[in-house]
């Protein structure tokens, strides 16, 4: 080799060398939104458990303390980090799909939409998934057997876990829907009232349901004994699932959507069937060819909510990829952002309805997150759900699992809007087997010498609040403000801004107003995000819980 290529490979290899930055973090980071759940992840850590080992055993202490959120009858998206060179990225897609009983037509009746039927009872509910994403956890990104990383939630169902302030607040939300099935007001209800803060809740059912799927994996749950009550619960109760429903459920495990941000970050993100990495790709790539960090706080919301509009519009293009073509590669090329940027105003609102609709390529409250980092540089970004508080409020008897209404997620009446206010769109129909669009987003942002996980529950919100993390983090703001950041939220239809209490002052409400926003502010504050700092360089970690719940964030070493 001549020397001077000799010298461009040199130069090449330490520019390489530069980029992969393989090192370990040295320290373990837990941010999880129940101090119960980080204990677990932090015992499964501290027994030589890897990150994946870790996620199971947070996943299922989830399950357990907040049975409103998450749980073996729902679903959710593990976004995955494999340390090593290189490092490797993958996304679990563990969405519930539909019963394969289940039409476009399901909920309605001469056209009409049924009220109720895609909320309560087991007709709401879809195929869970997360069960089988432990499994595949343990399986192929693990250490640990299963039923290792299953004990600490498994003594947690036995023994009790104290009523705190949040489960009081879901259980209210959800409380004639709870009383309505004997089961669910036997399990979640003390004499049908929802019980005091403080109060024991144990359930040995789910204890009962989850030791079998330690023991015997995915046949614990998919096949077997639990299956069988699963579908007859459902059944009597006026369900459409079927044994072979469970039997055929997998796991999908997808490449994670990835998109290139300026200053060698790159976004790591959910693929459809979330539509929150297109709309966090598309809001990112809006932004960085705007002045947003310079700009007045008013000026900065504006770009901020024009971006959300527009990503927002195109939500309706995305479907279930096992089922639509999802036009990912256009609604993320350069042009195509650039031409979006040039339809902003640079001072005034554009009116949702004055915008064209999505381009016709196609030819065709509650949830819960956490993220884990090992000492390794193994990391897990969760977003697990079943749907609105306590999914549809029914259990299946002796199981000690209510069931998700991921089923409210598809456009269940074509010409309306589901819990979230989202319109429907044909890509989103019900069909059997179909995976539900989602707006989980559970996000990487990494580069050369920084990686930052984030992700949050909320519905729709959620990729607007992932955003203005990111913006946070991108702004160089403290690690403790990325959840913390005051949250405001457009999502196309409706056309209007929600903002949490205290969110803008009164003269940037006045400008806002100004501008043409009509402005909501919500009755409370929402979100629970939960995020991690990994600085390459400095082998400094940070970790951070959303102030709004009841989080905790742990950054540690193990014994190993
Ligand atoms: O997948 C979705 O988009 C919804 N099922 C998530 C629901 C949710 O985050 C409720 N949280 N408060």
Known sequence: MANHSKLLVGALLCLFAGVSHAQAPGEAAIASPHPQATAAGRE????????????????????????????????????????????????????????????????????????????????????????????????????????????????????????????????????????????????????????AEGAVLRQPELAATLTQLGNQGRAGFYTGPVAKALVKGVQAAGGIWSLQDLADYKVATRAPLRFALVNQRELISAPPPSAGGVALAQSLGMLQQLPWREADPVQRVHYVIESLRRAYRD?????????????????????????????????????????????????????????????????????????LPFGSAFSAPGTGVVLNNEMDDFAADPNGSNSYGLAASPANAVAGGKRPLSSMSPSFIESPTQFAAFGTPG??????????????????????????????????????????????????????????????????????????????????????????????????????
């Not at 946070?472 to 239809?493: E, F, M, N």
């Not at 360089?537 to 709004?548: G, M, N």
């Open 44 to 195: 499964i850590l501290q027994q030589g458990g890897n990150a994946f080992d870790a996620a199971i055993a947070v996943s299922a202490a989830l399950a357990v303390v907040e049975p409103y959120g998450s749980g073996l009858g729902g679903g959710g998206f593990y976004l995955l980090r494999q340390a090593g060179e290189p490092v490797r990225y993958q996304f679990l897609d563990a969405r519930e799909r539909a019963p394969q009983k289940a039409r476009a037509d399901l909920y309605l009746k001469d056209g009409k939409l049924q009220p109720g039927l895609s909320i309560n009872g087991p007709l709401a509910a879809a195929i869970p998934g997360v069960p089988a994403a432990l499994v595949e956890l343990a399986e192929h990104y693990g250490k640990l057997p299963l039923k290792n990383s299953l004990a600490p939630a498994i003594r947690l169902a036995n023994q009790g876990f104290a009523v705190d302030r949040v489960y009081r607040e879901r259980a209210i939300a959800r409380l004639a829907a709870l009383r309505d099935d004997p089961e669910s007001a036997r399990l979640f209800l003390h004499d049908g009232e929802v019980p």
């Open 315 to 387: 939500r309706g293009l995305l479907g279930d990829p096992d089922y639509v073509s999802n036009p990912v590669a256009q609604l993320l090329a350069p042009d195509y952002l650039k031409s979006l940027v040039t339809s902003f105003d640079p001072r005034q609102a554009t009116p949702s309805a004055g915008l064209p609709p999505a381009p016709p390529w196609r030819e065709g409250n509650h949830t819960t997150h956490f993220a884990i980092l090992d000492e390794q540089g193994n990391a897990v970004a969760a977003t697990l759900s079943v749907n």
């Open 459 to 560: 519905g729709s919100r959620i990729p607007s609040m992932v955003l203005l993390s990111m913006l946070q983090y991108l702004d160089g703001k403290p690690v403790s403000t990325w959840p913390a950041v005051p949250r405001y939220h457009h999502q196309y239809l409706p056309d209007v801004v929600e903002y949490e209490p205290g969110a803008f002052t009164q003269k940037q409400i006045d400008d806002l107003r100004l501008r043409g926003y009509p402005l909501k502010q919500t009755s409370r504050p929402y979100g629970n995000q939960q995020v991690l700092f990994w600085h390459k360089d400095t082998a400094k970690v940070e970790a951070a819980s959303d102030p709004r719940g009841l989080g905790v964030s742990e950054v540690f070493r193990t014994a190993q």
